[in-house]
């Protein structure tokens, strides 16, 4: 079973971004370096909803902007880890919507329930397979790593 590990950070802040974009979703990118047991996340970027017709069970990134975290990506060393988007009052489980529109295999695909405005259960699940006819998804572990903290010596 792969793993998708992140900061304490990373991980609030998009389940934060679920909470303020209630009763729509959120959607964003997710960067970081890929191990042979799963992503090590290191950052969440916020993206526009572009779908304005049904924000509450659609979300799309615009292609410009996916070239933009593309680009930024590559900057910093890393790569796209995979996405995220939130399901107001609906169960962190992918919808067929979700899956004949995820298309980058070997990501992960992050979905946090939020419900009454609370952000509850966040699942992740790998895009798995060799090509888009043989693609699936695989639910993987969410390891949220404490951020290294600084002691004072005195
Ligand atoms: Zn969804």
């Known amino acids: 079973m792969s793993c998708l590990r ?11 971004h679920g909470e303020e974009t ?24 916020r993206a526009g909803n572009t779908r304005t017709d049904s924000a509450h069970n659609r979300y799309n990134i615009a292609p410009v902007e996916l070239v933009k975290i593309e680009r ?12 995220y988007h939130s399901h107001p009052d609906h169960p962190a489980q992918w919808s067929p919507t979700d899956f004949a529109e995820a298309h980058w295999i070997g990501c992960s695909y992050v979905i946090t329930a939020v419900a009454h405005g609370k952000a509850t259960v966040t699942n992740s699940f790998l895009l798995a397979g060799a090509s888009e006819e043989d ?19 005195g």
């Open 72 to 83: 930024e990506a590559r900057r910093q060393g890393l790569g796209i880890a995979g996405f």
């Open 22 to 45: 209630y009763p729509h979703e959120c959607c964003g990118a997710l960067l970081g370096t890929s191990t042979p047991d799963g992503w090590q996340v290191e950052q969440a970027v």
């Open 6 to 16: 992140l900061s304490k950070s990373v991980y609030e802040s998009m389940r934060a």
């Open 135 to 153: 693609k699936h998804f695989e639910q993987e572990t969410i390891r949220v790593e404490d951020e290294p903290i600084e002691t004072i010596l």
